[in-house]
């Protein structure tokens, strides 16, 4: 019997976003259960809420085992599934693509996720949530940009397709989102347009998501 995959997600969400990727390398099946980030109204929202006590998602249920925090989510895909390896068998290379991962995941996504953009608004007014967020996006792109300088090839670390290359597509959508000027970023950018045309990256982005808006 086909594993059972339930994702609690919302379009736009960067770390759902992540966990797409990977469950689309694998070529898994899986029903999205989608909540507005806004206002967490609804039976899904709630639902997440009481599987994940941090009040975020993503939120995967495989096989009725509830898993959160998208990079643990996203090595629990790669070591329960066969298909393409996101974590490299080599320590180095292994290494540098978490690194990847976590320089995102832990060192720009949290400062601009909306319960910071919100706070920020509250704190010091009106607007200046968004200026923060571009702000933080820019310099954690820029420090992105020289690390993987080092460890590139046609993705973030060598010709494979890793763990580092799951959080790019996100990141960069929204630093657009901010209004952040992408172009002396040549080697992520340049990562984007290769990480592009690959079917699972294609299905994860947010227009083919069942809660994107209509155009
Ligand atoms: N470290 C967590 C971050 C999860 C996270 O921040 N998710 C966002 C959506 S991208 C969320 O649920 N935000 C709700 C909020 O900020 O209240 C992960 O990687 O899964």
Redesign the pocket.
Known sequence: MPSQLILFT?YR????W?VRIALNLKGLAYESKTID?QT?NGEAASEAKSLNP?????VLIHDGRVL????A?VEYIDEMFEGPKLLPTDPVARANARAVALHV??GI??LQ????TKRVDEIAGVGKGAEWNAYWIKRGLEELEEIVKKTAGKYSVGDSVTIGDVVIPSILYNARRWKVNLSPLSTLLSIEKNLNVLPAFIAAAPEQQPDAPKK
């Open positions: 919302n969400s960067s770390a759902a992540r980030l967490w941090a009040g975020r998602i993503p959160t925090e998208s990079l989510i995941a832990c996504q949290p996720i909306v319960r910071t």
